[in-house]
């Protein structure tokens, strides 16, 4: 009764499961200690056809319907018939373990294996193994089961292949990639507004070492390889311990910027800062900042993307150098000459005084010598504005060789001097060009009370042709003298 008990029991298991006989392979067992094997699995690795052997010792005495209709087989006859399609390659390898633990007096074993049905669909399974009672010694009768995790490890290597997607998207990204702990900072954050604080920014404004406090507390927990060429990192070691390298100077403000928009519950967001390189170089960075799904609640994970903008910015910046400057003199155009009398007359700031200046003999230069010497003599004096001429002051290209000196605040004694120390430079860079020398004419004004700065300018311009008149004058009558007009 017990035995027709445990057969329903065998054939009714929703597992496949197999009776079979390991007494052969126990025969060889003795062969291998006889022979002084002690070191089964180093064994049966030096030689795979050990491993065959013991495969093929062992019988199959019986298995259940679900065995039958796992591996598709028809009956046991026609299973056992194909036993060499349905254990082979990689199943041959597991092997060895189930037949070591038997060789080390063990009496139960389980492995992952990778099995195959007659018509040769690839089965994953989880194998057990116990030795039935009263068959330890002989290994006569063991009992194994095959149940069927194809889905759950198809699951996993879908999932281990995602995972290395992902990593190969982050590690090979062109982009900067950092992964960060912010859950510091929402803890910090959150206990502000546990204190009632509502006006976050005029917090910080109060007190900045808050701001450095929530700096401080960024964890980094990953950064991918272009964050290391990025920013001239040997590696992430030589990134991590010198952070403060990178982020210095004036990142403090954006970083407020960056608590703000947490504050108020911006998750994701971006702005552009200045980092640095550990080479000292600056480095302009669109920053993009986003917590990771699911992290919503702690910050945890966040990821930031740094794209380098360096480039777009000079670009930016030379445009708008072009935009504001002459390129051949290197000294600002006419455009900007004209915005900055627009600034001058809408400030109250007086007085201001204005200097203009026209090259004597360059459309004879030009005419004589061709248009690359005429150059030549605009950039040379171009140099003599540029050293004598600073901030606030404005030396600038108004025409082809006519040029003007902006002074807010200047008296005429001021511009007087700025026009000495012109004339003085001129001088200096005549005695290096003695063969092609620089001559100018200029006229000196300064405002007066309620006079507007396009009537300085008018003055100081009228008396620059005075001051040519009598230069080509003076040529006529040989004398060669400069001669300069001055008004106050």
């Known amino acids: 009764m017990t035995a027709a008990f445990d057969s329903d029991i065998f054939n009714l298991a929703p597992i ?12 060889l067992f003795d062969n291998w200690r006889a022979e002084g094997v002690t070191d089964i699995r180093a064994f049966l690795r030096e030689d795979r056809d050990r491993v065959i052997a013991c495969s093929k010792r062992i019988h199959v005495l019986s298995v259940n319907s679900k ?29 060895i373990n189930e037949v070591a633990a038997l060789f080390d007096g063990e009496l139960t074993f389980s492995s992952t294996t990778v099995n195959y049905t007659i018509t040769g669909r690839r089965l994953d399974i989880q ?68 204190r009632g604080i509502t006006d976050f920014r005029t917090f910080m404004d109060v007190h900045p070492e808050f ?47 960056q608590l703000m928009e947490l504050w108020i519950g911006n998750l994701f967001h971006h702005r552009e800062v200045v980092n640095y390189a550990l080479d000292g170089s600056v480095r302009h960075i669109l920053l993009h900042f986003s917590v990771f799904p699911g992290h919503e609640h702690d910050w945890s994970r966040v990821q930031v993307a740094l794209a380098d903008i360096t480039a ?6 030379y445009v708008e150098y072009l935009g504001k400057h002459d390129v051949l003199t290197k000294l600002y155009n006419r455009a900007f000459y004209a915005d900055e009398m627009n600034r001058l007359e809408r400030k109250s700031l007086r007085p201001v005084s ?20 005429g150059d030549g003599l ?36 001021a511009a007087y ?36 700065i396009e009537s300085v300018v008018r003055r100081a311009d009228a008396l620059m042709y005075e001051g040519k008149k009598a230069h080509y004058a003076s040529i006529n009558l040989g004398i060669g003298a400069r001669t300069t007009a001055r008004a106050r």
């Not at 039958?68 to 026609?78: I, N, V, W």
């Not at 600073?390 to 000196?405: K, Q």
């Not at 063969?435 to 006079?451: H, K, R």
């Open 211 to 257: 701001v450095r406090q929530c700096m401080s507390e960024i964890r980094v927990i990953d950064v991918n390889q272009a964050t290391l060429d990025l920013f001239c990192a040997k590696d992430r070691s030589d990134l991590l311990q010198r952070l403060g390298e990178i982020f210095r100077d004036d990142m403090e403000k954006p970083f407020r910027e």
């Open 67 to 95: 065995t039958l209709e796992l591996f598709e087989a028809e009956s046991l006859q026609h299973l056992t018939a194909n036993l060499t399609a349905v254990f082979r390659d990689d199943m041959l390898d597991t092997h």
């Open 16 to 27: 496949a499961m197999w009776i079979e006989d390991f007494s052969g392979v126990k025969a």
């Open 354 to 373: 204005a200097v203009v200046i026209d090259l004597n003999g360059l459309k004879v230069a030009k005419d004589q010598l061709g248009h690359d010497a």
């Open 417 to 452: 001097a700025m026009m000495d120390t012109i004339t003085e430079l001129l001088r200096i860079n005549n005695q290096f060009y003695s063969t092609a020398p620089l001559s100018m004419s200029y006229g000196v004004a300064t405002s007066e009370a309620g006079e507007t």
């Open 378 to 413: 605009l950039r040379r004096f171009g140099e003599i504005l540029n050293g004598a001429v600073s901030a606030p002051n404005h030396a600038c290209r108004i025409g082809g060789d006519e040029f003007a000196v902006l002074l807010p605040g200047a008296d005429a004694k």
């Open 127 to 194: 194998l057990r193994g116990a030795v039935l009672p009263g068959y330890g010694k002989t290994l006569g009768r063991v009992l194994l089961t095959t149940e069927d995790i194809s889905d759950r490890e198809d699951a996993r290597r879908a999932e281990a292949e995602q995972r290395r997607q992902a990593e190969g998207v982050f590690e090979h990204s062109p982009v900067s990639l950092w992964i960060e702990d912010f859950s510091r900072i929402r803890t910090l954050i959150e206990d502000i507004r546990d």
């Open 312 to 317: 777009r910015k000079k670009a930016e910046a």
